[in-house]
Antibody, heavy 119, light 106 residues
Framework: EVHLVESGGGLVQPGGSLRLSCAAS????????MDWVRQAPGKGLEWVGR??????????QYAASVTGRFIISRDDSKNSLYLQMNSLTIEDTAVYYC??????????WGQGALVSVSS | IQLTQSPSSLSPSVGDRVTITCRAS???????LAWYQQKPGQPPKLLIS???ALQSGVPSRFSGSGSGTDFTLTVSSLQPEDFATYYC?????????FGQGTRLEI
């Protein structure tokens, strides 16, 4: 059974940094692309970024709102996905979901990690 | 690509036929159009991929159709557990985009 479990969320001050992790199990983690999607309180879904697999050169893509501040990485040997978030602003407050990108859709999602940016 | 869903919210009754529309800002490939259901406090759940392919375990009362710029998600007979928010998604180009959501509320 596929499981994605996010960790590392919490309260951080504006301008601060936070690193989210996503532990994957139940599938060959090195195969698929992986995405981060976030959801601000009471708002809709916003794609944050993607990291491709080894065959894709581990290429990353980001939403304009986080480009230059967020970095996605993965460690296939640890079945783990990461989201390094820097220069956080209040607008980054959201639940962050780790999700597997399979073919042309996101088929499995974690339960999410809450990131609150506040002074 | 921008996706615009309509309506933004709906208050149907159990047993109603419900149709949600997702309009793309330009013609897109239906192969990359998906629909998700999200209930409060839960992550999104994939319902339909490639505009019309029902995912395993999803009730057959859900269906998807469309091409070009206009896509629809239909629930043929709404059940109590279907009250949720629904999102369309286009995943072919960057940035990957979601519609703003359609909330079905009691």
């Amino acid at each position: 059974e596929v499981h994605l479990v996010e960790s590392g969320g919490g309260l951080v001050q504006p301008g601060g940094s936070l690193r989210l992790s996503c532990a994957a199990s139940g599938f060959t983690f090195s195969d698929p692309y992986m995405d981060w999607v976030r959801q601000a309180p009471g708002k809709g879904l916003e794609w944050v970024g993607r990291i491709k697999n080894k065959a894709g050169g581990y290429t990353t893509q980001y939403a304009a709102s986080v480009t230059g501040r967020f970095i996605i990485s993965r460690d296939d040997s640890k079945n783990s996905l990461y989201l390094q978030m820097n220069s956080l602003t209040i607008e980054d407050t959201a639940v962050y979901y780790c999700t597997r990108s399979w073919l042309h859709f996101n088929d499995y999602w974690g339960q999410g990690a809450l990131v609150s940016v506040s002074s | 690509i921008q996706l615009t869903q309509s309506p933004s919210s709906l208050s149907p009754s159990v047993g109603d036929r419900v149709t949600i529309t997702c309009r793309a800002s330009q013609g897109v490939s239906s192969s990359y159009l998906a629909w998700y259901q999200q209930k409060p406090g839960q992550p999104p759940k994939l319902l339909i991929s490639a505009a019309s392919a029902l995912q395993s375990g999803v009730p057959s009362r859900f269906s998807g159709s469309g091409s070009g710029t206009d896509f629809t998600l239909t629930v043929s007979s709404l059940q109590p557990e279907d009250f949720a928010t629904y999102y369309c998604q286009y995943i072919d180009t960057y940035p990957i985009t979601f519609g703003q959501g359609t909330r079905l509320e009691i």
